[in-house]
């Protein structure tokens, strides 16, 4: 169990919940035993009435009914605290998993880019909703069944010793058994039950895949063959969940057959020792009632082992996301103004997956309202610039500089609070467009969005949907063309009113006319920002301060576009290339 002490520390928060669950278990469980003492003292006046003929009818009837009353007040109180048992621990298990949800989903936002490149979605939904709810079950009924078996163990046993040692013995010689085959069967549950679990990650993530890309699949008419990888994945997840299931499927007829034997046990020795006078025939019913309550607990420890042995496959799972360290951290947590001045000093980076060296030895200075354009072949480099001034990776070698401050020194959450950044794929929310404007800003009021949005020229647009900026979006926006998911992308980022503007090939889809109205207001209206804009267009960032070309991570050409265009090379001729397309 060494996986699942992480839970420790949510059972010390419920503390008083858990201490409070406990009395009024071990309280139901005395109550519980208050039944077969008075079954037994019943037998034993039948007994002696029957046989000695000694106790008086009306003395035996009276005290028969009175033994059924407690009987039924015991059985109204047991029943009453067991309710407000399983009430207060099951509870608890539902107060701890949302915990756990809450802290694993904190983790997934404070990973870095890197580890989402190296894991799958639908292996990290699994962890936070599968995974949990296993581990949910051991903080739940697999306590509250540990606790109740454990106090009845302890309450019935010691009563069962207090009345006769021997025969009690002889009852419980079963439970060595019982250890050693359940420790043996636990530890292959321990192993089958992460073999499930990981299945269930592959499926679940082929699922959503499929699902995200059911257009691609349709339109290359690979329906089957979809369909034919997924009934092996679901042939899998079944066999090793059958397999999972044949194991616990032991517990029970085990325990019952333990049971049995106990029974057998009491019935042969206590059956001597009341023909040999050394008990009443009381005592030997009430013995057989006392193993027969056991049989519910012992079978449950079967069952309980179960949970646990899943639990901690599943908690491992969490603990191997939770261990996770990200390697973008922030140390300042200060608040200051920023103004928006960005210095690439040396700049290199190579990404650790691929290997591949994105920029190399940068450098380049733009102040405050300034504007850089970066144009390039595709894999020079342009969107990892991006990637760096937002601080989604950090530099190998060199400085980035904010406000002649290493970024690295920043506060990491002002620094992007004060960025607008328009990624090269656009992703929208199952949204209405103006919840998904607002994402940008979610204080912003109604008057803010329709202004960027006619700034980005979508405005007149959204007008003539049929519930205008109430209109909910497919999934990632499925019903918008490529164009208008990008405009309303670049009003989102302008409805943050940042710093810096960052927009990466986010005008691509557009026609040239609505491309150069959008340009135009952009820079009208962003004089005070920072921009970097990369794009394959020259159209888009010919007016831009500074224009940098970049090959294989390094700068070529640099300057404005009149300098640039007088110049031989990348520039000129993408420029020549393209004003020929028109």
């Keep these: 169990m060494g996986e699942l002490k992480y839970l420790n520390k949510f059972f010390y928060n419920y503390k008083k919940r858990i201490i409070i669950g406990l009395i009024i278990t071990i309280v139901a469980r005395i109550f519980a035993l208050v039944a077969p003492n008075l079954v037994g003292d019943s037998i034993t006046l039948i007994e002696e009435y029957s046989l000695k003929n ?119 010689i079963p439970l060595p058994i019982l250890s050693i085959l359940i420790y043996k069967l636990s530890r292959q549950i321990n ?24 257009s691609i699949i349709k339109s290359n008419t690979i329906e089957n063959k979809v369909i034919d990888f997924m009934l092996d994945f679901s042939q899998d997840t079944k066999e090793k969940s059958i397999d999972l299931a044949k194991f616990q499927s032991w517990f029970f007829p085990m325990m019952l057959l333990l049971i049995g034997l106990s029974n057998i046990i009491v019935i042969f020795i206590g059956g001597n020792q009341y023909i040999d006078g050394s008990i009443s025939l009381g005592v030997l019913a009430e013995f057989i009632i006392y193993v027969n309550m056991l049989t519910w607990p012992v079978a449950t420890v079967g069952w309980v082992t179960s949970i646990v042995q899943q639990a901690e496959a599943s908690q491992k799972r969490i603990n191997e996301f939770l261990s996770e360290k990200s390697n973008i951290v922030s140390n300042n947590h200060k608040e200051y103004a920023f103004n928006g001045e960005i210095t690439f000093k040396n700049v290199s980076l190579t990404y650790k997956e691929t290997n591949i060296k994105a920029v190399n030895k940068l450098n380049f200075k733009i102040k405050k309202g300034q504007s850089l354009g970066v144009i390039g072949s595709v894999g020079s480099g342009k969107s990892t610039l991006l990637e760096l001034i937002i601080r989604n990776y950090d530099v190998d070698n060199g400085e980035v500089i904010i406000d002649n401050k290493n970024i690295k020194d920043h506060n990491l959450s002002l620094l992007r609070e004060n960025i607008g950044y328009t990624p090269q794929t656009t992703f929208l929310f199952s949204e209405t467009i103006y ?105 888009t960032i010919e007016k831009c301060d500074l224009i940098l070309v970049l090959e294989n991570g390094k700068v070529i050409q640099s300057g404005k576009h009149a300098d640039l265009f007088k110049e031989r090379g990348y520039y000129r001729d993408t420029y020549n290339k393209q004003k020929r397309k028109k």
């Design 54 to 172: 000694s106790i008086d009818v009306d003395f035996l009837t009276k005290e028969l009914l009175n033994n059924i009353i407690f009987i039924l007040l015991s059985a109204l109180a047991s029943g009453i605290l067991t309710f407000i048992m399983r009430q207060t621990l099951i509870n608890v298990s539902r107060y701890i998993e949302f915990d756990l949800k809450n802290e694993i989903f904190q983790k997934y936002q404070e990973l870095n880019i890197s580890f989402y490149k190296n894991n799958r979605i639908g292996d990290l939904m699994n962890r936070i909703s599968e995974d949990v709810s296993k581990v949910r079950m051991y903080v739940g009924p697999a306590l509250m069944y540990t606790i109740n078996t454990i106090s009845l163990f302890v309450i019935i046993i010691s009563y069962m010793l207090s009345i006769d040692i021997k025969l009690t013995l002889y009852t419980i």
């Design 191 to 214: 192993i089958k039950s992460k073999g499930v679990q990981e299945s269930l990650s592959r499926l679940t993530t082929f699922s959503q895949e499929s699902f995200s890309g059911v």
């Design 435 to 539: 919840n998904n404007i607002k994402f940008g800003n979610v204080n912003a009021s109604k008057n803010d969005i329709e202004y960027y949005s006619k700034i980005a020229c979508f405005h007149k647009e959204i007008l003539s949907f049929p519930k205008k900026y109430l209109s909910v979006l497919g999934e990632r926006g499925i019903n918008l063309s490529g164009g208008q998911k990008q405009r309303l992308a670049i009003a989102r980022a302008l409805l943050k009113q940042p710093k810096i503007l960052l927009i990466d090939d986010s005008l691509s889809a557009l026609d040239t006319q609505t491309e150069r109205t959008v340009i135009e207001n952009l820079m009208e209206e962003t004089k005070n920002i920072t921009k970097v804009i990369v794009s394959h267009r020259i159209s």
